[in-house]
Every structure is written in C-alpha cells, then in structure tokens.
C-alpha cells in the first residue's frame, strides 16, 4: 500500500488546474459565471477519525462542521453539501445529526450516493461555497513582517475527546466543533493568508509558513490554551479545534475578536519558531499523514 | 441497519433545496453566478461496485465515466472533480485510470481527500460541471405524445462483465464506459426530458415516467441490442451502458444518430408498458436499491 503522504504528493502531480488547491484539507477555488465557486471533500473513516461506537449524530456534525470550517478559511458563504454515505448502523442517527448541522449552517443538502458496503464505514462530503471577497484568501500570502493571530483557544477538542473517553467533563468541543464561517467572512478582506487548524497549530502554521515562503515566529505565552498551562506542548500540536489562523500587515487589527501570536519573519530553514527555538516538521509539529 | 431505499428516502425528506435532485443518481442543479452549477456525487464500494480483483485503473475510470454520464444527462460540460479516496491495493494502477479518464473528459482534478480505512475501500467522487443549455434537462419533462430515444445499445456492459468473468471475449463496454458528454450538450435544447441509462432501460424508464407523471411505451423491437435476440429481457434491464434516455416533441429529429424506441402515453397505473404490456417496479425492471 502507498503511504498517504506518497499518494495525496501524487495526486498534486495530477493536479495541474490552476484552481486545484483543494488536495487534502485546503479548498478548490475556481471561477465560475464570474464569481469564486469554493469547494472542499473530507473523508471520514469509522475506527480512524471516529470511534465506532461514537453517537452517530455527533459524527455527522463533525463531518459537516470540518468542511464549513474549510469553507471558512476561503472567507465563503455555505452554497449545499453533497454526501457520500456507507449504511452502518444508528443510520437515523446520522441523519439527526446532519440535518441540525446543516440547518445550523444554512448549508442545504443538494446531493450525494448511498451505498451498502460489506465492511467499515466510510464517509464523505462535498461542501461548495461562494466566497464573499476577492481575493479568495489562501495560506500562501503571509509575508515577513505580518502580524500572526488565531481566533481562540487550542486544546480544547483535545479535552473534548479525553471527557468523552473516561465520561468526565464536557466533550462539546471534541463532539460538536464549529466551523467558523461568519468570522471568516469578516476577515478575508483583512487578512494577508489564511487557514483553518485541523491538525495542529505548529503543523497549520508550519504548512502555512511553507506556502508562503516565509517563517512563523509564535510566542507560546500569547497562544490562548483551552487547558491548564502544563499541557500546553500537547494543545499546541492537537487538532481538531478548528480555529482560524491568520496573518495581517503589521499595523492593522482584525475586525473581530482575536490573540496575536507572533509575526511572519524571513524565510529560514525551520517553518516555525516557537519561543526563539526553530521547529520543523521532524519535531513532531501535529498530526501528520503518515 | 437501515434499507439503502429507506435511507435514501430519509436524505429525500432534508433535500428541500429547489436544485436539490442530486440525490442517488440524479445531479444537483443551482444557480451560481448568472449559470447553472450541475452537481453529482457517485460512491463506489470494493465487493460491491467493483470486483477486489479488478484493475484499479478500470475501477478508475469508470467511477470517472459514471459521473461524467450524470453531467452528460443535463448537458453540461466537465468543470472538474473532487475525489474521496481511501488507500487500498495498487494505488498507483488507480491513479493512472485516473489520469487517463480525466485527460478524456478534459475534467481537471480540483481537491479531495485521502484516506487510510482498517478495512474495505470505498471511493467516492464528486462531479462539476456547467450546464450548457437553460432549461436544464431533467427526467421530468415527458410529455405524453412526446418521442422516446435511446443514443445507442442496451447490453454491451452485460457482455463486458462476462468476457472479464470468462477470460473470453471483449471487456471494453464493462470495463471502460464511456460518458456521453458531447451526445448530452447536443441533444439537450431539443428534448423535453433526459437521463442517463445506469441501472436498466426498463427501470430507469419507469423512473422518468414516474418523475413526469406519464407512461412510457417502449416497442422492444426497436431497442438496439448489443447482445443477440434470446437476451433481450437481459438487456433491457441490465445497467452500466450510460445510453442517454430521451423525449422530443412528436415532429422533432434528434440532432446526432439515436434510435426511436417508443413513445410516452397518457399516465397509467404501470410506468413502463413494453409491447403493450404494462409493467411495474414489482415486475423486476433492472438493478434496485433494497
């Protein structure tokens, strides 16, 4: 079997179009009747990215609320989803679950493919949106100088997932994420770059450092933590919080709330320098595709 | 475990969106920007869909060709697509199908996701496309007085899965469909309603009798057969050729060669009457969902 990594590096090789950014967890922005048509697909696996025996309609959330997260990124507004489902079971559930997550984001299901399969569940969903500002943000624009800043707290999903494990505590934020697509909205005409952390805030900000060609220097003592201070390393690199990370010309302040983290500095071998101390990807920066 | 039918059923009762057709095998169809958007998702499960066996670069191209067939059935021109892929055997094989199909049908690769699941593989693929004549066809339109057409033979794919099966004779048809792209943006000013073949003549002439609410009569003899005369009861209810299905107003000629196959008549408690014997989904009409 081909390792991800190898597979997703080959399918960008095949990736030529010029709007064809959608690989992995980044969106496709295409022209379309004179407008930016967004488009992102996430894929979910049963024993991989949720527990088998999780509530289904908390999965169906979760398989939404990634790609409205996604879509957030763009700056877009939610057009429909299409879903490719395998039946498994609790069937009523998903269906519970993502028709309240799809009312929530005003995001109607348009389409998609029922399927019976001997064995796994396998999820996907196609979700298209309308960005509201040219130019669509990406992660490539950050530039030396720029002001880094994240919407809210890391760790929480982190926290989410250990409630939901030992049934103590809250488990929302792991079970019910939000992707944050009124604040995406309000920044595309701010921002430089632009990404959602899925993977882990060292691992986005290093793949958005690399975009741009440039080096992230964060403050660790200016990243707002979800958990107590001593689990701060694991907060950094857990994902699944799906806030959005940014970067804006150094005398400008974003329209909404949001913590300033570090700055984009000139481009150095390490993507990512936190505290003074360069990071690259060997030093386990987050989830990675193995 | 919920039926595939009731489920699909149940994504009907959300999908209250006006485009919202795209569910099972229909296209979504939305405004976006002055055009019409056409959309279509298109699941496929190894054991199910595909023999584990089976070249992954057929696997492939079919799954490309099976959404192309959909765009084809709205007249619409390839945009691009986005894949849901999970990593399985002969990734490599899989790509190559992949590069090939999408060269064909000049449909750039624009995002997906790629996934490794404990088990199974199921590959999910969403289709753009841009529709190219307003009103879009759809299944609903016949009228009854209205022509019924089929493009070309029902039974090649029948054939084709014998030949892979046996080791003898030609696998083409089964193995490598073909969407009828440029067949669909020619025909699409001139009929009255339009689908593609992909389940069987005879149960996706119910279908779009059911979707116009008239009766479609079909003349057997007329029906060109890719097999001999003794398998016509096959043909007509076996799959997987992506023949488009059409009506046209009584005085009107189809613009490229297809084959006049019956007519459509007032509506009648049976949506399919073949050789003046009315015929309904409980007669066994082709490839159902249970």
Known sequence: MTSELAFIQALRRIATHPGARGLDDDCAVIEFGGEALV????????????????????????????????????????????????????????????????????????????????????????????????????????????TLWITGPVGAAMLGLEALLSGVGDSTAYRRPQGLIEEGKALAPHVTAMMDVSDG?????????????????????????????????????????????FTMPSDAEPPIPAHRIGRAVPANPAPVILDGQPLTEKDGLGYQHT
């Open 201 to 245: 805030l060292l691992l986005d900000a290093a793949r958005m450092a690399r975009a741009s060609g440039t080096t992230l220097a964060i403050e660790s003592t200016a990243v707002p933590l979800a958990t107590l201070e001593d689990r701060l390393a694991e907060a950094l690199r857990w994902g699944e919080d799906y806030q959005l990370l």
């Open 39 to 146: 488009l992102t697909h996430d894929a979910m696996a049963e024993g991989v990215h949720y527990l088998p025996e999780q509530d289904r309609a908390d999965v169906a959330w979760k398989l939404v609320a990634s790609n409205m997260s996604d879509l957030a990124a763009k700056g877009a507004d939610p057009v429909g989803v299409l879903l490719g489902y395998t039946l498994g079971r609790d069937d009523d559930r998903f269906l519970a679950g993502l028709q309240e997550a799809l009312a929530h984001y005003n995001a109607p299901l348009l389409g998609g493919d029922t399927i019976a399969a001997p064995e796994g569940q396998v999820l996907g969903l196609t979700a298209i949106g309308r960005a509201t500002h040219r130019p669509v943000p990406s992660r490539k624009g950050a530039k030396a100088g720029d």
